[in-house]
């Protein structure tokens, strides 16, 4: 039986269109859950979008129609946006579903039977747009006596019946778990801003609204709606099958992974882990918070006019391509800085000029000089023990990598082998081993496919149509494209296709 992995992104907010941001996590998460496939593993992906809450409500009115009508729109901008990307989610939830709805009462009411919730008034600060509560020192004021949030979001004070979790009492047993379980937050910087935000002390957090009426209803009292991040959090285990704990689904619980961005972390490491406790579920495994794509220094937002469109960047450049420039150019958990510029060098530079012109050069000759037949695959030099050496390293290497969720490093750890592959032609010069030693330059050209076969397996979950053709072009059969089947050597003497180039040098027409 397969082991199982599950990963999600977080469900993305409906109260606008998607952006390059939105891109970014969903490609993030695609990449780990096609690299696990790769794998062997039984993947569970999940993705959705989040369509309840104050803000929702506000924007359907804004709009002139229902909040259900507006989320339907809006939801399937964001399924567009998955098919469009070709993002290998297995499940697309909405909490508008009746299967959420009923995970999220059932939860409800687990956590208030284990006595960990209340009937209480609220009266505090509350930013519509974060959906979120504040506390007076975590504001700002403005001159004109205005409070702002730390994310720039207007609070207001509210004053209502509210529900409350019993969060103060989850101080201790968060701290345990977090040191129980090093890994369950990353990377490190934000594993340490939580536990200090939790150190500080934490009060008991407002469950419930009656302002709107825009969300899941509190079991046995209808006058409130819940607070919409225990109803977002909930989607996890709502499309894992619960409360149904006998499902073949739930066998994935708890899951493996949780992609965030670095403004909802707090959510995910400190309110998630301590409701599905109170409940008697087991946290998810590990929370993984990535910085922001920003335009010229600044956050994306509407309202700056920097949104970037992603849809539009994979129709110019490829959609390939975008996917290998996001989790390349970045640390993946760094800010970065999104630029044409940058995206066109890494496309001609280490995409057409060294993995492109070594793939084409090496199945050229093979073409012209071996009668378009796989050589055999015999070495005779420390040479090529040595690239083939490295190039087999690579399974380890970037599985590691992946389990820490570092795309970047294992991206360079690819490139330094494909780097190497470059120099390896270079020095050999196969094209004047044919007039010399016809034996010597079947072999360099044979361990030329065996390490772009590697390379190119490896980098199947990076750019999954690019890849394939490649290893087309390489011979290797469809049912051969695992990590596993690199201990099978493809076959001497099999006809090669007529190779053709898999990644054009990128010509920039507006400059």
């Known amino acids: 039986m397969?082991?199982?992995?599950?990963?999600?992104?977080?469900?993305?907010?409906?109260?606008?269109?998607?952006?390059?941001?939105?891109?970014?996590?969903?490609?993030?998460?695609?990449?780990?859950?096609?690299?696990?496939?790769?794998?062997?593993?039984?993947?569970?992906?999940?993705t959705g979008t989040d369509e309840h809450g104050q803000k929702v409500e506000q924007a359907a009115a804004t709009a002139g129609i229902d909040p259900q009508a507006f989320t339907d729109g809006t939801s399937a901008l964001f399924r567009q946006l998955t098919d469009r990307l070709k993002i290998s989610n297995t499940d697309?939830?909405?909490?508008?579903?009746?299967?959420?709805?009923?995970?999220?009462?059932?939860?409800?009411?687990?956590?208030?039977?284990?006595?960990?919730?209340?009937?209480?008034?609220?009266?505090?600060?509350?930013?519509i747009r974060?959906?979120?509560?504040?506390?007076?020192?975590?504001?700002?004021?403005?001159?004109?006596?205005?409070?702002?949030?730390?994310?720039?979001?207007?609070?207001?004070?509210?004053?209502?019946?509210?529900?409350?979790?019993?969060?103060?009492?989850?101080?201790?047993?968060?701290?345990?778990?977090?040191e129980t379980h090093p890994d369950f937050i990353a990377p490190a910087s934000r594993r340490n801003e939580v536990i200090s935000f939790v150190k500080s002390g934490l009060r008991d957090l407002s469950v419930s609204r009656t302002s709107f009426t825009w969300g899941v209803k509190v079991p046995g009292d209808d006058?409130?709606?819940?607070?919409?991040?225990?109803?977002?959090?909930?989607?996890?285990?709502?499309?894992?099958?619960?409360?149904?704990?006998?499902?073949?689904?739930?066998?994935f619980w708890p899951a493996d992974l949780h992609v965030v961005g670095k403004d909802i972390l707090r959510f995910h490491a400190v309110y998630w882990p301590a409701f599905l406790m109170a409940a008697g579920i087991a946290p998810p495994k590990r929370i993984y918070a990535h910085g922001w794509w920003t335009a010229g220094g600044e956050k994306m937002s509407k309202s700056l006019g920097n949104v970037i469109d992603p849809q539009d960047l994979a129709e110019q450049f490829g959609l390939d391509s975008l996917r290998y420039f996001l989790l390349r150019e970045v640390p993946f958990g760094n800010d970065g800085t999104f630029s044409r510029k940058a995206l066109i060098s890494r496309l001609n530079t280490e995409l057409a000029n060294d993995l492109g012109?070594?793939?084409?050069?090496?199945?050229?000759?093979?073409?012209?000089?071996?009668?378009?037949?796989?050589?055999?695959?015999?070495?005779?030099?420390?040479?090529?023990?040595?690239?083939?050496?490295?190039?087999?390293a690579l399974v380890e290497l970037v599985r590691a990598r992946m389990e820490r969720q570092a795309f970047g490093d294992a991206l360079e750890d690819i490139w330094k082998v494909i780097r190497a592959a470059n120099a390896y032609i270079d020095h050999q010069a196969p094209w004047a081993l044919k007039k010399t030693d016809l034996v010597r330059m079947r072999c360099v050209l044979r361990v030329l496919v065996d390490v772009l076969r590697v390379v190119a397996t490896l980098l199947q979950p990076f750019m999954p149509d690019k890849?394939?053709?490649?290893?087309?072009?390489?011979?290797?059969?469809?049912?051969?494209?695992?990590?596993?089947?690199?201990?099978r050597p493809l076959l001497s003497g099999v006809a090669l296709p007529a190779p053709k180039g898999v990644f054009p040098r990128f010509v920039d027409e507006a400059e």
């Open 467 to 487: 890849m394939a053709e490649m290893l087309d072009q390489l011979g290797v059969p469809p049912d051969m494209r695992q990590i596993a089947d690199l201990d």
């Open 130 to 178: 974060d959906e979120a509560f504040y506390d007076e020192g975590e504001l700002t004021t403005r001159p004109d006596g205005t409070k702002v949030a730390p994310s720039g979001a207007v609070a207001e004070w509210v004053i209502e019946p509210s529900y409350f979790f019993k969060l103060s009492e989850w101080g201790d047993r968060l701290l345990e778990f977090y």
């Open 92 to 127: 697309f939830i909405r909490t508008t579903e009746d299967r959420h709805k009923c995970a999220c009462q059932e939860l409800w009411k687990r956590v208030r039977d284990n006595g960990q919730i209340y009937l209480g008034g609220y009266e505090g600060w509350y930013a």
């Open 223 to 251: 006058a409130h709606v819940m607070y919409v991040w225990f109803d977002a959090l909930t989607n996890y285990i709502t499309a894992a099958g619960f409360p149904d704990e006998s499902a073949a689904l739930w066998d």
């Open 2 to 46: 397969k082991p199982k992995f599950f990963i999600t992104t977080p469900i993305y907010y409906v109260n606008g269109a998607p952006h390059i941001g939105h891109a970014y996590t969903t490609i993030a998460c695609d990449v780990m859950a096609r690299f696990k496939r790769l794998d062997g593993y039984d993947v569970m992906f999940l």
């Open 357 to 392: 012109n070594l793939a084409q050069r090496s199945l050229s000759l093979i073409a012209r000089n071996c009668d378009g037949e796989l050589p055999d695959d015999e070495t005779a030099s420390q040479a090529d023990d040595e690239l083939l050496g490295a190039a087999n």
